[in-house]
DNA sequence: GAGCACTGC
């Protein structure tokens, strides 16, 4: 989208700023609660949650899940191990320790709501040891991400007094502290996951609380749908006609925690049929919420103009606009910057700061330095802002009530590519946004859209799983005995969508007609990998490949970009890329830089490494996390027995035939229009621009994905030969 | 000519 700058300047004639800009309705909806722990009820007597009514009651206003506040007050001087105490008694959950106990012990299935700011996720693991309702098993605690359960684990160690390691751990993907005395662990729930390829009852755990259910993760909800399965057979609970649920003896119990912060909590409680729902108040400051009093057509102009109402009307503070996507950043970055130039001289200064996760990280950074003096700080930011970065200063919200959703069309239903398109956002993540202004003091949130819009919205985001391909997932279950048709899930997936990742494995050879595992499925499943990457690992060791192919798939399965991209030094970027450019295409220029970075480490120091980095734009957290993701997919070979040494050498062609046995669904051929159509599909793409082929009209290429923005595209894009089309042809019509 | 956010023994 592009903002119009506007040709007369709104600030020559500030009536005619007061009467463009938004009109906004105050909804007296001002959170009142207290902020100070005294006057918090920890615990709601006779906690049987009676209606949602109650909860949002309570949660009125903006609560939300917070990992690493929860944790807390990181800032806080934690020297002292008497102060640490006081902290802890003066947390809002505090009061309620011992009556969360009762429940504990009494329940095998609790459902915490927790406030921001409660103290649940560091408390309650602490409470269920100290009170020795944990036997001698291990506390799990399970969170979303990795930042969250690392830091929790750190924090709750110091609260203990105890070295991070020892009683009190963490294991997280490629970082792990624990020993055979840790009783409280914070872990991924993928790790956890994970953990039940190896131990289906999960039977080293006496509890597992599973943090941040509310934002239904797909691992979240794979572990949920186990952990009732398991609770059956650990509790021996039997149904019983006319009596219901009756336990019988058990040996070794499991207690279940389910941690959310949402609206919706009671569709937890219904799915562990009896599970007890508890509410615990947060401290979270008051943060006065304002509806435009009409719905706002342009979002971007909208919140320029919001903007400079809180510029010119409101006291000093920080101003954080959410808005979906880098485009309507970078748009309206440059609109504040042209019109608070203009701004008298006497005028405090703005001070714009854009924030998205594919930034390079040094401009990321300038967010969290002080606000200069006679400055406000503006920052534009993406969903990154809403529960992963914490920026302090916040005053101010502009919440646009837009975000960018990536959602997977199944293949049977003509797709079989991921969307990602600019949609509405949810309640809770209305109050999450408007949250981040009430984080040091009062705050403001101005929503661009009606109180009306706000209602209307769904209340919580659409579980994962209703949005994901699941041919990962449906390979790891089959691993376990299991089936996503079968799993006894909160939401259960799109037909279309488990027949597609049906279709995708049985093509991939993981799947035999007969929807059971086969040799090579077990194999695929053993590695962290996507089916396709992990099928492309497996043929490398026909073509004698392997090394390179592990090279290859390592900076794909990177959570960060390899290539930064800088608008500003666009043709510099491009002549560093061109060292790396492969005539093959995008996969084989990643090993060219995968290659020259290992040969520049044997000889450049760290400092030497990160300047080659910076100097050739590409972006070392990538490279990094790669060479770990590497190590691990060696280790993976050397257990199933696969030599990981084995190269190639020069050649590039068993290179492209081992991912073209992965990537054998995303093939497509070049139509005299210059477009590409799917050689097993419907569709026609284009090749993204920041493809080594763009523009190179070669006739037959694989594709890592499609994403579906504009038009269609295909990114990580190869050039194959077209015979190599035939030969899967063959695969189509088998099936 | 274009890039929401997470994550994996």
């Given at each position: 989208?592009?903002?119009?700058?506007?040709?007369?300047?709104?600030?020559?004639?500030?009536?005619?700023?007061?009467?463009?800009?938004?009109?906004?309705?105050?909804?007296?909806?001002?959170?009142?609660?207290?902020?100070?722990?005294?006057?918090?009820?920890?615990?709601?007597?006779?906690?049987?949650?009676?209606?949602?009514?109650?909860?949002?009651?309570?949660l009125n206003g903006f609560t939300g899940p917070s990992k690493i506040e929860d944790s807390g007050r990181a800032s806080v001087n934690v020297?002292?191990?008497?102060?640490?105490?006081?902290?802890?008694?003066?947390?809002?959950?505090?009061?309620?320790?011992?009556?969360?106990?009762?429940?504990?012990?009494?329940?095998?299935?609790?459902?915490?709501?927790?406030?921001?700011?409660?103290?649940?996720?560091?408390?309650?693991?602490?409470?269920?040891?100290?009170?020795?309702?944990?036997?001698?098993?291990?506390?799990?605690?399970?969170?979303?991400?990795?930042?969250?359960?690392?830091?929790?684990?750190?924090?709750?160690?110091?609260?203990?007094?105890?070295?991070?390691?020892?009683?009190?751990?963490?294991?997280?993907?490629?970082?792990?502290?624990?020993?055979?005395?840790?009783?409280?662990?914070?872990?991924?729930?993928?790790?956890?996951?994970?953990?039940?390829?190896?131990?289906?009852?999960?039977?080293?755990?006496?509890?597992?609380?599973?943090?941040?259910?509310?934002?239904?993760?797909?691992?979240?909800?794979?572990?949920?749908?186990?952990?009732?399965?398991i609770l059956r057979q650990r509790n021996n609970i039997q149904d019983v006609k006319g009596k219901g649920k009756v336990k019988g003896n058990?040996?070794?119990?499991?207690?279940?925690?389910?941690?959310?912060?949402?609206?919706?909590?009671?569709?937890?409680?219904?799915?562990?049929?009896?599970?007890?729902?508890?509410?615990?108040?947060?401290?979270?400051?008051?943060?006065?919420?304002?509806?435009?009093?009409?719905?706002?057509?342009?979002?971007?102009?909208?919140?320029?103009?919001?903007?400079?109402?809180?510029?010119?009307?409101?006291?000093?503070?920080?101003?954080?606009?959410?808005?979906?996507?880098?485009?309507?950043?970078?748009?309206?970055?440059?609109?504040?910057?042209?019109?608070?130039?203009?701004?008298?001289?006497?005028?405090?200064?703005?001070?714009?700061?854009?924030?998205?996760?594919?930034?390079?990280?040094?401009q990321n950074s300038k967010v969290f330095h002080p606000t200069p003096p006679n400055t406000r700080k503006c920052i534009l930011a993406t969903?990154?802002?809403?529960?992963?970065?914490?920026?302090?200063?916040?005053?101010?919200?502009?919440?646009?009530?837009?975000?960018?959703?990536?959602?997977?069309?199944?293949?049977?239903?003509?797709?079989?590519?991921?969307?990602?398109?600019?949609?509405?956002?949810?309640?809770?993540?209305?109050?999450?946004?408007?949250?981040?202004?009430?984080?040091?003091?009062?705050?403001?949130?101005?929503?661009?859209?009606?109180?009306?819009?706000?209602?209307?919205?769904?209340?919580?985001?659409?579980?994962?799983?209703?949005?994901?391909?699941?041919?990962?997932?449906?390979?790891?279950?089959?691993?376990?005995?299991?089936?996503?048709?079968?799993?006894?899930?909160?939401?259960?997936?799109?037909?279309?969508?488990?027949?597609?990742?049906?279709?995708?494995?049985?093509?991939?050879?993981?799947?035999?007609?007969?929807?059971?595992?086969?040799?090579?499925?077990?194999?695929?499943?053993?590695?962290?990998?996507?089916?396709?990457?992990?099928?492309?690992?497996?043929?490398?060791?026909?073509?004698?490949?392997?090394?390179?192919?592990?090279?290859?798939?390592?900076?794909?399965?990177?959570?960060?970009?390899?290539?930064?991209?800088?608008?500003?030094?666009?043709?510099?970027?491009?002549?560093?890329?061109?060292?790396?450019?492969?005539?093959?295409?995008?996969?084989?220029?990643?090993?060219?830089?995968?290659?020259?970075?290992?040969?520049?480490?044997?000889?450049?120091?760290?400092?030497?490494?990160?300047?080659?980095?910076?100097?050739?734009?590409?972006?070392?957290?990538?490279?990094?996390?790669?060479?770990?993701?590497?190590?691990?997919?060696?280790?993976?070979?050397?257990?199933?027995?696969?030599?990981?040494?084995?190269?190639?050498?020069?050649?590039?062609?068993?290179?492209?035939?081992?991912?073209?046995?992965?990537?054998?669904?995303?093939?497509?051929?070049?139509?005299?229009?210059?477009?590409?159509?799917?050689?097993?599909?419907?569709?026609?793409?284009?090749?993204?621009?920041?493809?080594?082929?763009?523009?190179?009209?070669?006739?037959?290429?694989?594709?890592?994905?499609?994403?579906?923005?504009?038009?269609?595209?295909?990114?990580?894009?190869?050039?194959?030969?077209?015979?190599?089309?035939?030969?899967?042809?063959?695969?189509?019509?088998?099936?």
């Open positions: 989208m592009s903002v119009a700058v506007k040709q007369s300047p709104l600030f020559n004639d500030r009536k005619s700023f007061k009467r463009s800009r938004p009109s906004w309705v105050d909804d007296g909806n001002e959170d009142r609660r207290q902020k100070t722990p005294s006057k918090v009820t920890g615990l709601s007597p006779n906690s049987h949650l009676k209606s949602p009514k109650k909860a949002r009651k309570s020297s002292k191990p008497l102060q640490i105490q006081e902290q802890r008694s003066k947390l809002p959950i505090a009061k309620g320790k011992e009556a969360l106990i009762r429940e504990f012990r009494e329940n095998d299935v609790t459902v915490l709501l927790g406030e921001t700011g409660s103290g649940k996720t560091t408390q309650v693991p602490q409470y269920l040891l100290e009170s020795g309702l944990a036997g001698d098993g291990i506390i799990a605690v399970t969170q979303p991400r990795k930042v969250a359960a690392t830091s929790l684990a750190a924090r709750v160690a110091t609260e203990q007094n105890v070295n991070l390691g020892s009683s009190v751990g963490y294991s997280v993907r490629f970082d792990e502290r624990f020993s055979p005395e840790t009783r409280i662990k914070y872990m991924t729930d993928g790790m956890i996951v994970r953990e039940l390829m190896s131990d289906s009852l999960l039977s080293k755990y006496s509890v597992v609380i599973v943090d941040e259910a509310h934002e239904r993760s797909l691992r979240t909800d794979l572990l949920i749908a186990n952990l009732k399965t058990a040996s070794n119990p499991l207690k279940v925690i389910i941690m959310s912060a949402t609206l919706d909590a009671e569709k937890f409680g219904l799915f562990f049929e009896g599970a007890k729902i508890l509410y615990v108040q947060g401290r979270q400051h008051p943060v006065k919420i304002y509806h435009s009093s009409q719905g706002q057509v342009d979002y971007v102009d909208a919140a320029m103009r919001t903007f400079f109402q809180i510029h010119t009307d409101y006291p000093p503070g920080d101003v954080l606009i959410f808005l979906p996507g880098q485009e309507d950043i970078e748009s309206l970055e440059k609109t504040i910057q042209i019109y608070s130039n203009q701004l008298p001289h006497d005028h405090m200064l703005v001070l714009t700061c854009p924030m998205y996760a594919s930034q390079a990280a040094g969903n990154i802002a809403e529960t992963s970065i914490t920026i302090p200063g916040v005053k101010y919200v502009i919440d646009t009530g837009k975000c960018k959703e990536k959602r997977y069309l199944a293949r049977n239903t003509g797709g079989g590519f991921d969307t990602l398109l600019i949609r509405d956002i949810t309640q809770s993540s209305a109050m999450q946004r408007a949250g981040r202004a009430g984080r040091e003091g009062a705050g403001h949130c101005f929503r661009l859209y009606t109180e009306d819009a706000f209602k209307a919205m769904a209340l919580s985001a659409e579980p994962e799983i209703m949005r994901c391909s699941l041919s990962s997932s449906l390979l790891q279950l089959k691993c376990l005995g299991q089936d996503l048709e079968t799993l006894d899930l909160m939401d259960q997936p799109a037909d279309e969508s488990m027949k597609s990742s049906l279709i995708v494995l049985f093509l991939l050879g993981a799947l035999d007609r007969e929807k059971e595992i086969t040799s090579v499925g077990r194999q695929m499943a053993a590695f962290p990998l996507e089916p396709v990457y992990s099928r492309a690992v497996i043929a490398s060791t026909e073509y004698g490949c392997t090394q390179e192919v592990l090279d290859i798939v390592s900076v794909l399965s990177a959570s960060s970009k390899l290539f930064v991209e800088s608008s500003e030094q666009r043709d510099a970027v491009s002549e560093a890329r061109q060292k790396f450019r492969h005539v093959c295409g995008d996969h084989l220029t990643i090993l060219n830089v995968v290659k020259a970075y290992q040969e520049i480490a044997q000889s450049e120091s760290k400092s030497g490494r990160k300047e080659w980095c910076r100097r050739h734009f590409l972006n070392e957290r990538a490279l990094l996390e790669a060479n770990d993701i590497r190590d691990q997919l060696r280790q993976t070979c050397q257990r199933l027995g696969i030599d990981h040494r084995v190269s190639c050498g020069e050649k590039d062609d068993p290179v492209i035939q081992s991912l073209g046995h992965g990537l054998a669904l995303n093939m497509a051929l070049l139509q005299p229009d210059g477009f590409y159509k799917q050689a097993i599909g419907q569709s026609v793409v284009k090749i993204h621009p920041s493809s080594t082929l763009c523009d190179k009209k070669t006739p037959a290429i694989i594709y890592d994905e499609l994403v579906y923005t504009n038009q269609i595209y295909a990114r990580g894009v190869s050039k194959i030969p077209k015979s190599f089309i035939l030969t899967f042809g063959t695969l189509k019509l088998q099936s």
